[in-house]
T-cell receptor
Framework: LAKTTQPISMDSYEGQEVNITCSHNNIATNDYITWYQQFPSQGPRFIIQGYKTKVTNEVASLFIPADRKSSTLSLPRVSLSDTAVYYCLVGGSGGYQKVTFGTGTKLQVIP | SQTIHQWPATLVQPVGSPLSLECTVEGTSNPNLYWYRQAAGRGLQLLFYSVGIGQISSEVPQNLSASRPQDRQFILSSKKLLLSDSGFYLC????????????FGDGTRLSIL
C-alpha cells in the first residue's frame, strides 16, 4: 500500500482558501487518490476522489500533477465549520478499496 | 440512496466480557464492507474487510473477529474483551470494484473497564 505524508496541522482564517498537500511517492499505476473529512466522534466523510489532473465538486477541488506523486486538496473560502481532520488516501487497485488511513491534517479555522 | 447503520453509539463493557457490534447497509447490493478502529487522536486502523458473504480478510492479528452472515450485514465480535480493545469502531461500505470511495457509519465508542 502506498504511504502518504501530510502536514500534521494547519491554521487558516475564515474566508481564505486552504490548500492541503499530500505526498504519495509510491503510488501504483491503478491507485486512486481520495480525501476524507472527519469531525470529532464521527465517521470520516468522503470529500473528493481523483486519478489524474484536476477534479472539482461542490465542496472542493483536487489537483494532481502528471507524476501523481502528490496531490493538493483545495477548500475555497473556509468557514469555522470546516475545522476538522482531513485524510489523504491512496489505493483502490483491484477489486476492493484496501487503503491505509494516516494521521491526517488537523485544520483549524480561525474567526 | 444508500445508508449505513451502526449500533450502539456508545458501549461500556467489563474486561473479559463478550462483544458484538453490528453494521447494516441499505440501498445497495454486494457492497465491500470494512471495520476500522480509531484510537484517540490517531488515524484509522483497518481491522477487517469483506468482499462477499462469508469472505472475511483480517488485517491485524487481534482479539477480535468479524462475520458477514448476510450480504449487507457485518458483525464485529470478541469472546473476551481486553483493556486494549477500547476505542472508536467504525464500519464502512463501498461499491464493489476498485477505486470506489468508502462511506462510514457514525461509529461506536467502546470503553473497557
Amino acid at each position: 500500500l502506498a504511504k502518504t505524508t501530510q502536514p500534521i496541522s494547519m491554521d487558516s482564517y475564515e474566508g481564505q482558501e486552504v490548500n492541503i498537500t499530500c505526498s504519495h511517492n509510491n503510488i501504483a499505476t491503478n491507485d486512486y487518490i481520495t480525501w476524507y473529512q472527519q469531525f470529532p466522534s464521527q465517521g470520516p466523510r468522503f470529500i473528493i476522489q481523483g486519478y489524474k489532473t484536476k477534479v472539482t465538486n461542490e465542496v472542493a477541488s483536487l489537483f494532481i500533477p502528471a507524476d501523481r506523486k502528490s496531490s493538493t486538496l483545495s477548500l475555497p473560502r473556509v468557514s469555522l465549520s470546516d475545522t476538522a481532520v482531513y485524510y489523504c488516501l491512496v489505493g483502490g487497485s483491484g477489486g476492493y478499496q484496501k487503503v491505509t488511513f494516516g494521521t491526517g491534517t488537523k485544520l483549524q479555522v480561525i474567526p | 440512496s444508500q445508508t449505513i447503520h451502526q449500533w450502539p453509539a456508545t458501549l461500556v463493557q467489563p474486561v473479559g466480557s463478550p462483544l458484538s457490534l453490528e453494521c447494516t447497509v441499505e440501498g445497495t447490493s454486494n457492497p465491500n464492507l470494512y471495520w476500522y478502529r480509531q484510537a484517540a487522536g490517531r488515524g484509522l486502523q483497518l481491522l477487517f474487510y469483506s468482499v462477499g458473504i462469508g469472505q472475511i480478510s483480517s488485517e491485524v492479528p487481534q482479539n477480535l473477529s468479524a462475520s458477514r452472515p448476510q450480504d449487507r450485514q457485518f458483525i464485529l465480535s470478541s469472546k473476551k474483551l481486553l483493556l486494549s480493545d477500547s476505542g472508536f469502531y467504525l464500519c464502512a461500505w463501498s461499491k464493489e470494484g476498485g477505486g470506489q470511495p468508502q462511506h462510514f457509519g457514525d461509529g461506536t465508542r467502546l470503553s473497557i473497564l
